[in-house]
């Protein structure tokens, strides 16, 4: 019973040391933000001469969605002759390929790519539609994104830096008033972009690449291997390939396109359960790749390294909870003691415990929200939802490291109505 | 009883944190989605053109009689509309002007208003203008103030001392003269100068003076025709496959924070290097470069691709570069530095400052967050 003990104590002095020094990060992005100099953008640069450009957009029954996009990419700004829009109709079974069609009829530069019998997901069509283009800059979005007439431009400026490999703008929810889940995720998504994307950028360590609204080059890519079709978060796979082989992500704040946030728990469950179990399985294929580069210096390591953990931080605290429940009950709750823990313990409480709440609250203080961050407690419930699917898509990716079993594709469902129409 | 009222103390003291947030939740009165303009591009004349608009739908189809009119602009403004004008010493415009022909200012005028030029305009020395959209050319006089944009559809000339404001564009040449001061700068090209000599305030004089622009005489002696056809005949070299280098064995290491690039060195590929540079006098890339640290690029450099750097750059004179310059820094661009080509646009963006020698020559754009001088 006594090593049990001892393991049970060992393990929370451990889970406790992973969050405060998830606390320390936060606390660090979010100073930056707030006060540390900020890295601008490519987007001010004027060039007669931009890069040929290919927009990808994965579909899989979006009939909802598909016209909205489609509309937006036709009106956007950029020279017609170095720009090709690619759907990709990726088994659908709604009239997705019908409206693809249509539109093709009518636009040259749309070229719809109807994938039927390949496997399905984002990765596999990603790397069909890489092929069928000779243009030097994919753009990615998702089918419910409605991109402005000049982000397309924005996002193509920044590979004039040779040593950009991809780039990421910025995901704002539009339907931000539906419930209390977008409202959550409206706040979500303002601190992950507006501070932490842009402290990382800040701070020369490794903004994210998204997976949509965003773009990278297509001879680097296809030269790296294209997209693993195994893992579900392409997006973070291609982040790190680019970083180990001494590429550059680098982060657009202003480039901000619209997205259709999840109204429902139960999408929203299936989502982040995804993207936990695919950043999981990003985490051991890029751990040693990682730690091994010679094209990174300690600093981006180490965020490397905080940023492949960050989903397993959810199952790490998750265990914490329980472990602390068992040892409260069996009495046993005098891990270690005197005043300096003490002062610690309380220390953690009043502001580590804060720091997430904080850089949420600091980004919408950013954007100018004045009434919306009074929902900040509210987060709580969000919080502990997240850290059970999160929890749930770590163990689904160790599952598929054990039994090597085919990780398949969940799309996300659209809830756009007539009435939301971009 | 007692424990009663301690699990009802307990969960009101539970619930407050969470009341503003369900207040905000029912009411809703913050919950509209962040605000992208979706019709946003980036165009550099966006002040004039939009200005434009605005004038021509709320007054350029109505019949221009002499007077004054309220129009619905951003709000109801009093717009005096006039053949052509001329203000002398002394005067204040206080209002929106709309000018069916040629605008003239004497010195030390203020104008606390926009004025729409159809025709051309000149200003006056000491003046304070808040904003002007010209049809024509612009000529501006030592000294004044522009507080927010001025921008023209013919040439713009600056005399020197001039504070430009937010912004100062046109569609064609921008010349600017010595010690004036900017934010963006738009001009095909823009050209700095030693001075400009002061025009007579005459109407007849400024509609003349499209043709009386002083070219460089001798165009560009420095790099001169020869340089632009050079480029041209590159372009295939711009096509290259882009292969990054750390640093490569041209440069010479001399410590660990500082690299050299010895005299007439020609890189034929992108060049990436994680420190201090400096490229020595003569030398030719062909693919762009880019520093971690200070770029310090010595005089007669030619570089076929984009500069960018992630501290200071420093351009020697009489170099040439075909791209974009980018800094996280400062930029200083000393003197017959050519940047981009005719016929096509380019940038030089220094987000902490940028200061240019004489008869620096960018086709293209201009912008700083921090002070731009020309010096």
Redo the contacts between chains.
């Keep these: 019973m006594e090593l049990v003990i001892l393991i049970l104590k060992s393990y929370l002095i451990f889970a406790v040391c992973v969050l405060v020094m998830y606390t320390i990060r936060h606390f660090i992005f979010t100073l930056n933000r707030l006060t540390g100099e900020q890295m601008i953008y490519y987007q001010d640069i004027v060039d007669s001469e931009l890069p040929s450009i290919a927009v990808l957009i994965p579909m899989h029954n979006e009939e909802l969605v598909a016209k909205n996009i489609l509309d937006r990419l036709i009106s956007a700004e950029y020279p017609l002759d170095k720009i090709d829009i690619i759907p990709i109709n990726d088994h659908s079974e709604d009239r997705t390929k019908e409206i693809l069609d249509e539109y093709a009829a009518r636009y040259r530069h749309i070229k719809p790519l109807h994938r039927s019998s390949k496997r399905r997901g984002k990765p596999a069509g990603l790397n069909d539609a890489m092929r069928l283009t000779k243009a030097k800059v994919i753009i990615v979005f998702d089918a419910d994104y409605l991109p402005a007439k000049g982000t397309l431009r924005d996002i193509a400026i920044s590979f004039k830096d040779p040593e950009v490999g991809a780039v990421m703008g910025r995901v704002i929810p539009e339907n931000t008033a539906k419930n209390l889940l977008t409202r959550c995720l409206d706040l979500e998504r303002s601190g992950g972009y507006q501070v932490d994307q842009q402290a990382r950028y800040n701070l020369r360590l490794l903004p994210q690449y998204g997976g949509t609204v965003g773009g990278f080059r297509r001879d680097v890519v296809l030269y790296l291997g294209g997209f693993d079709p195994n893992i579900l978060t392409e997006d973070t796979e291609l982040t790190y390939k680019l970083f180990i082989n001494g590429w550059k992500v680098v982060y657009a704040n202003r480039v901000e396109c619209y997205e259709e946030a999840p109204e429902d728990w139960d999408v929203r469950s299936k989502q982040i359960r995804r993207w936990s179990r695919g950043h999981t399985q990003v985490m051991f294929k890029f751990f040693l790749p990682l730690i091994k580069s010679k094209h990174l210096n300690m600093r981006e390591k180490i965020d490397g390294l905080f940023l492949l953990f960050v989903y397993s931080a959810s199952p790490i605290l998750f265990t914490g909870i329980f472990v602390s429940l068992t040892l409260f009950f069996l009495g046993e709750m005098k891990i270690l003691s005197g005043l300096l823990m003490f002062l610690f313990i309380a220390s953690f409480n009043t502001f580590g415990n804060f720091a997430p709440f904080f850089q949420i609250g600091i980004a919408v203080f950013i954007d100018g929200g004045v009434e919306k961050i009074r929902l900040l407690p509210l987060l709580i419930f969000n919080f502990f939802f997240n850290m059970v699917f999160m929890s749930l898509g770590f163990l689904d990716a160790i599952i598929d490291l054990i039994t090597k079993r085919k990780a398949y594709w969940y799309k996300t469902v659209r809830f756009r109505t007539e009435a939301r129409k971009g | 009883m007692i424990t009663f009222l301690v699990f009802v103390v307990f969960f009101i003291l539970l619930l407050i944190?969470?009341t503003?947030?369900?207040?905000?939740?029912i009411k809703?009165?913050?919950?509209?989605?962040?605000f992208?303009?979706?019709?946003?591009?980036?165009d550099?004349r966006f002040f004039g053109k939009s200005f434009k608009l605005i004038m021509e739908n709320a007054i350029g189809h109505d019949d221009l009689k002499p007077g004054f009119k309220t129009v619905k602009l951003s709000k109801d403004e009093t717009v005096e509309i006039a053949p052509y004008k001329k203000i002398y010493a002394g005067e204040e415009g206080n209002h929106v002007s709309y000018i069916i022909g040629d605008f003239v200012s004497t010195g030390k005028v203020r104008f606390k208003k926009e004025i729409y030029v159809k025709g051309d305009t000149a200003i006056g020395s000491e003046n304070m203008f808040r904003a002007i959209a010209c049809m024509g050319n612009v000529f501006i006089s030592e000294k004044t103030n522009i507080i927010r944009w001025v921008d023209a559809e013919g040439n713009i000339d600056v005399c020197r001392e001039c504070n430009l404001g937010i912004s100062i564009s046109c569609g064609g040449q921008l010349r600017i003269s010595k010690h004036c001061r900017f934010k963006r700068l738009?001009g095909l090209p823009i050209i700095t100068t030693y001075d400009i000599p002061l025009i007579i305030y005459n109407l007849h004089k400024i509609t003349e003076k499209a043709e009386d622009y002083d070219m460089e005489p001798g165009g560009d002696k420095e790099t001169g025709g020869t340089a632009d056809m050079a480029w041209a005949t590159n372009d295939k070299d711009l096509d290259r496959?882009?292969q990054?280098n750390?640093i490569t064995d041209t440069a010479w290491v001399i410590n660990e924070k500082n690299s050299v690039i010895p005299p007439f060195t020609q890189i034929a590929k992108?060049f990436?290097i994680k420190r201090n540079l400096r490229v020595k006098r003569n030398c030719i890339f062909m693919?762009?470069i880019?520093t971690y640290g200070d770029l310090i690029i010595e005089k007669d450099v030619k570089i076929f691709?984009?500069v960018?750097s992630?501290r200071n750059i420093e351009i020697g004179h009489d170099t040439v570069i075909s791209?974009?310059v980018?800094s996280?820094g400062t930029v200083n661009i000393r003197e017959r530095v050519k940047i981009g080509n005719s016929g096509?646009?380019?940038?030089v963006?220094g987000?902490k400052g940028i200061m240019l020698g004489r008869d620096v020559k960018i086709y293209?754009?201009v912008?700083t967050?921090g002070s731009g001088k020309i010096v």
Aim: aromatic content about 12%.
């Design positions: 944190p969470f503003l947030g369900i207040i905000e939740l809703r009165r913050d919950a509209a989605p962040l992208i303009d979706k019709n946003y591009t980036k550099p738009y496959s882009r990054i750390e992108d990436i693919g762009d880019k691709g984009n960018f992630e791209g974009d980018f996280q096509k646009i380019k940038s963006i987000k293209g754009y912008m967050e």
